[in-house]
């Protein structure tokens, strides 16, 4: 089984698939004129953090890592101390997809709660109430929560500030892995207030702000909420290998994805092509595709043939191979014309 059709120009495989937006491309071609003094002791960092602080409306602290992974150990090493555990759903990154970093590098232990949605919830917050006190337990310290979750679905602003409100009582900080932030900030608003309001206003400590998946090159941002947290950060970023020496180079490219409402932007682009996806293909029932997606991506079931021509034409992931499930993501950069070839490449097989 072939599909006899032309593929579409961009793959629906991941939004980490995806180019750089041609202005933050610009961006870091002029940052490359002339010198500038390293390790963030530049005017392109203190710019960029002035409009993180600006974004916030409040004097956030932010420091710029290589990556994901590093971002959020830095954000948890700079959270946790000897002994205590990070409580997370068994679907967050830090537990599935980061190759055990957190637990080797901070050696801290992750308990990993499960969850049907991606999301955490108070009552799972109480479930580990039980170790708080006894000696023999790492003490939950820590609760990590991914706005928007690996499974596509989204915390409301009340939901962040019920579990940030239950993790304080219980005498533990909040940590928010955003690698898809841009997509959450979208479908919640596409405006600082709407971001500010699922953050910082909730009542999260320290957020991991992800641009790499939202149109920039490299590098992402950890921004402490609560400044108080940061306060040795510059000496832990270096010790967990997350300190970039030219700078300026992820500055830069936040300044261009701040500055002007680029960052909202593209994370509604991302957004619409997964919807517009879903409208041409939900009539496939084989595809379980019953719920509009939340952001920018989307599970459908594909059966064997089916499923490897369609890859072998245009790749996407397996995503639950036992379920015969898959995954298809949009990115900022995804297009009408990408997401019709798509639909009509499905079209033909099933």
């Known amino acids: 089984m072939k599909v006899a059709l032309t593929p579409p120009s961009r793959l629906f495989t991941s939004d980490n698939a995806g180019g750089a937006h041609p202005d933050v491309i610009a961006a870091m071609v002029r940052a490359n004129e002339g010198h500038a003094l390293a390790y963030g002791q530049d005017n392109y960092t203190r710019e960029a953090k002035q409009l993180f602080s600006k974004l916030f409306d409040a004097d956030v602290r932010t420091e710029f890592v290589f990556g994901g992974t590093g971002a959020n150990v830095l954000a948890l090493a700079c959270m946790l101390r000897p002994a205590e555990a990070v ?93 898809r932030l841009a997509n959450a900030s979208a479908a919640l608003g596409a405006t600082p207030e709407a971001l500010r309001s699922f953050t910082i206003d909730a009542g999260v400590d320290v957020l991991s702000f992800g641009g790499t998946k939202a149109g920039i090159i490299f590098g992402e941002a950890v921004v402490f909420l609560n400044p108080n947290l940061g306060e040795r950060v510059e000496f832990i970023r270096k010790q967990v290998t997350q300190l970039h020496s030219k700078m300026r180079f992820i500055s830069a490219q936040y300044i261009e994805l701040l500055r002007d409402g680029l960052f909202f932007r593209l994370g509604t682009q991302a957004n619409a092509m997964s919807m517009a996806l879903y409208e041409r293909t939900k009539h496939h029932q084989s595809l379980g595709l019953v719920t509009p997606p ?32 898959v995954r298809w993501m949009t990115a900022w950069d995804t297009t009408l014309a990408d997401v019709d070839a798509f639909a009509k490449g499905i079209e033909s097989v099933l």
């Open 87 to 179: 409580v997370c759903s068994s679907w967050a990154h830090i537990a599935s997809d980061e190759t055990g970093a957190p637990e080797r590098i901070l050696g801290a232990k992750l308990i990993d709660l499960p969850s049907s949605d991606g999301k955490l919830r108070p009552e799972d917050l109480q479930s580990v109430a039980y170790m708080l006190g006894n000696l023999h337990h790492a003490q939950p310290a820590v609760v990590s929560i991914t706005q928007a979750t690996e499974l596509g679905t989204l915390y409301s602003a009340v939901e962040v500030r019920e579990l940030c409100d239950t993790a304080h009582e219980m005498g533990m900080l909040v940590h928010m892995d955003g690698a």
């Open 294 to 325: 939340a952001v920018n991506s989307l599970y459908p079931r594909i059966l064997e043939p089916a499923r490897r021509a369609l890859q072998d034409w245009s790749f996407f992931w397996d995503w639950d191979t036992a379920a015969d499930q």
